[in-house]
T-cell receptor
Framework: KAGVTQTPRYLIKTRGQQVTLSCSPISGHRSVSWYQQTPGQGLQFLFEYFSETQRNKGNFPGRFSGRQFSNSRSEMNVSTLELGDSALYLC????????????????FGEGSRLTVL | GDSVTQMEGPVTLSEEAFLTINCTYTATGYPSLFWYVQYPGEGLQLLLKATKADDKGSNKGFEATYRKETTSFHLEKGSVQVSDSAVYFCALKSIQGAQKLVFGQGTRLTINP
């Protein structure tokens, strides 16, 4: 069973540009969540999608957006990039919004490492 | 709001030493608790979990017990190996609300041979 796949794995952008990251969840999983990981702030929740609907959003500016397609694949977009957006962006999937057997288990991808110059 | 506090790292131990990484939490009600591990260059992997008070999660020689009275979920292993070198994250998920994990800051563990 294939795991969560994120593309691209690494990318470099300059300030002011925009970026789109992609996430393919485990087959059958309908919930996709995104997290930002930085050395200073640790792991922070960005947003969660289930059945193409955003269910929750973290405390990030409107430059951060996402969407989910009918096949459960998800994309997140960051516009007008800033230096502080440099981070590892992690995608996680689960069967339902409540997670596996209501335990909240998430399955993470390897992440997309974004560097903003 | 919900929060998780982990012991600060980095932690460096010799092979076969005993490991404890402390984790305490603040949350409404009785959340589910997790330990995730991140190996270099990889994403997070679930190490173990506990969903109710006094539950003990265990995996790969690691254990953690859900202690409601002390709001803690400390990670332990009796004899660490070099391959255990990684960053360990304690996390909680509230029983209310949507699919969102609240993570601690992470503890970097290095095991020397």
């Amino acid at each position: 069973k294939a795991g969560v796949t994120q593309t691209p794995r690494y990318l470099i952008k300059t300030r002011g540009q925009q970026v789109t990251l992609s996430c393919s969840p485990i087959s059958g999983h309908r919930s996709v969540s995104w997290y930002q990981q930085t050395p200073g702030q640790g792991l922070q929740f960005l947003f969660e999608y289930f059945s193409e609907t955003q269910r929750n959003k973290g405390n990030f500016p409107g430059r951060f957006s996402g969407r989910q397609f009918s096949n459960s694949r998800s994309e997140m977009n960051v516009s007008t990039l800033e230096l502080g957006d440099s981070a590892l962006y992690l995608c996680a999937s689960s069967l339902t919004p409540s997670g596996a057997v209501n335990t909240g288990e998430l399955f993470f991808g390897e992440g997309s490492r974004l560097t903003v110059l | 709001g919900d929060s998780v506090t982990q012991m600060e790292g980095p932690v460096t131990l010799s092979e076969e030493a005993f490991l404890t990484i402390n984790c305490t939490y603040t949350a409404t009600g009785y959340p589910s608790l997790f330990w995730y591990v991140q190996y270099p260059g990889e994403g997070l992997q679930l190490l173990l979990k506990a969903t109710k008070a006094d539950d003990k999660g265990s995996n790969k020689g690691f254990e953690a017990t859900y202690r409601k009275e002390t709001t803690s979920f400390h990670l332990e292993k009796g004899s660490v190996q070099v391959s255990d070198s990684a960053v360990y994250f304690c996390a909680l998920k509230s029983i209310q609300g949507a699919q969102k994990l609240v993570f601690g800051q992470g503890t970097r563990l290095t095991i020397n041979p």
